[in-house]
């Protein structure tokens, strides 16, 4: 079994700012790791993914996020966001194990960027 | 985007009605889940499909009921709504994953929001 925790419910940010949302994980097997977002009253879309190799991995729109298995944490980072960056962002775990790539999810964290 | 049409995409009942939740994929994925989310509490697995007429319970499966008779259509079913079960229920698909491979992605539909009064 797997469980996500997302540290930060609400990240209030500037325009320009760089960005940070932290997610750690718990796993009695080795996992594949994705951060998703959701922008108001639309469904989830992926991010970005790590399933092996680099550990520093870069998705779309400029996120980048960073697996550390020692510290079990996959932080999601910006250098510099956009208004339009305003969205829920949901970490996610699935058990390598799982042939079905069910998702084990955080709690979400409301990024809020501000002019 | 991947072919997934969830209906409703709202709906408000009463308590103690029967409700069907529809889920739709033009991908011909194996997989097929149904999530709940809440605040706070991210997305939960209610239930999840690996083949037609193959479902399993995930980890809020109580209350609900799920049918799959058809690779493209998953069915969620609240037999009697309860208020809470107010919530917003997103469907997503996934093909199968061997381990190893680097296709591993779920794609979620737009959700349904659902209020019981």
């Known amino acids: 079994a797997q469980s996500v925790t997302q540290l930060d419910s609400q990240v209030p940010v500037f325009e320009e700012a760089p960005v940070e949302l932290r997610c750690n994980y718990s796993?009695?097997?080795?996992?594949?790791l994705f951060w998703y977002v959701q922008y108001p009253n639309q469904g989830l879309q992926l991010l970005l993914k790590?399933?092996?190799?680099?550990?520093l991995v870069k998705g779309i729109n400029g996120f980048e996020a960073e697996f550390n298995k020692s510290q079990t944490s996959f932080h999601l980072r910006k250098p510099s966001v956009h208004i339009s960056d305003t969205a829920e962002y949901f970490c996610a775990v699935s058990g390598i194990d799982n042939a079905g790539n069910m998702l084990t999810f955080g709690g979400g964290t409301r990024l809020m960027v501000k002019p | 985007d991947a072919g997934i049409t969830q209906s409703p995409r709202h709906k408000v009942t009463e308590t103690g009605t029967p409700v069907t939740l529809r889920c739709h994929q033009t991908e011909n994925h194996r997989y097929m889940y149904w999530y709940r989310q809440d605040p706070g509490h991210g997305l939960r697995l209610i239930h999840y499909s690996y083949g037609v007429k193959d479902t399993d319970k995930g980890e809020v499966s109580d209350g609900y009921s799920v049918s799959r008779s058809k690779t493209e259509d998953f069915l969620l079913t609240l037999e009697s709504a309860t208020s809470s079960q107010t919530s917003v229920y997103f469907c997503?698909?996934?093909?199968?994953?061997?381990?190893?491979?680097?296709?591993?992605?779920?794609?979620f539909g737009q959700g349904t929001r659902l209020t019981v009064v």
């Open positions: 796993s009695s097997v080795s996992v594949y």
């Open positions: 997503a698909i996934s093909e199968v994953i061997p381990i190893g491979t680097v296709n591993t992605e779920a794609f």
């Open positions: 790590y399933l092996s190799g680099s550990t």
